[in-house]
């Protein structure tokens, strides 16, 4: 069974400073996707990672795929409250697979 | 593109009863999944379906719960003699399966409250 354990599981900062969340797994995934899910919502797709080593920016948010795809990590630059989510990191089995092992989840707090 | 509708909101029903929830997928998706997450956890997976055969079901999957996708449209998840540890949010999502990536499309879920 893959399974992936993300940390911290609960964060609060100030608005403005950074942070980073981790993704971690002992299982090899095709390809790794990070969500945000807000309160009575359902998670929405952020990005998606696919080759070991590979960086992608979507705004203040840098995400990382570790070199042997097993990890990932989620980097936001000075954090805003509208940052203010669940935050999930999800991998693929195998390409053409999407049958996501989601991780346990960041609930991310920003503080005005 | 509408999203992905799913219906109920919320459920509230006595231990014992059968509840049935519906997904609308995104109209051209090939692919529907139905996930379960409890508070404070990310979803778990339990089946899917590609048009309307069901290729996999998670061993989370009891024999209390089926699901269909009748016309490889719309899908349905009943739970029978529904017990309190069923109380989580059912998580319908869709993607179209291609020769790339098929990010998934998640529907803002069924809240099940068993009491």
């Known amino acids: 069974t893959q399974l992936l354990e993300q940390s911290p599981q609960f964060l609060s900062i100030q608005e403005g400073e950074n942070l980073t969340v981790y993704c971690n797994s002992s299982?090899?995934?095709?390809?790794l996707q990070w969500y945000r899910q807000e309160p009575g919502e359902g998670p929405v797709l952020l990005v998606t990672?696919?080759?070991?080593?590979e960086v992608k920016k979507l705004k203040r948010l840098t995400f990382q795929f570790g070199d042997a795809r097993k990890d990932s990590s989620l980097h936001i630059t000075a954090a805003q409250p509208g940052d203010t989510g669940l935050y999930l990191c999800?991998?693929?089995?195998?390409?053409?697979?999407?049958?996501?092992?989601f991780g346990t989840g960041t609930r991310l707090t920003i503080i005005p | 593109d509408t999203g992905v509708s799913q219906n109920p909101r919320h459920k509230i029903t006595k231990r014992g009863q059968n509840v049935t929830f519906r997904c609308d997928p995104i109209?051209?998706?090939?692919?529907l999944y139905w996930y379960r997450q409890t508070l404070g956890q990310g979803p778990e997976f339990l089946t899917y379906?590609?048009?309307?055969?069901?290729?996999?079901k998670s061993r989370l999957l009891s024999d209390r719960f089926s699901a269909e996708r009748p016309k490889g449209s719309f899908s349905t998840l009943e739970i029978q003699r529904t017990e309190q540890g069923d109380s989580a949010m059912y998580l319908c999502?869709?993607?179209?399966?291609?020769?790339?990536?098929?990010?998934?499309?998640f529907g803002n879920g069924t809240r099940l409250t068993v009491t």
């Open positions: 999502a869709s993607s179209q399966k291609g020769t790339g990536y098929s990010p998934l499309h």
């Open positions: 299982s090899v995934f095709s390809s």
């Open positions: 990672v696919v080759t070991g080593g």
């Open positions: 999800a991998g693929a089995p195998s390409f053409g697979n999407e049958k996501l092992t």
């Open positions: 109209s051209e998706h090939n692919r």
């Open positions: 379906f590609q048009n309307e055969a069901q290729l996999e």
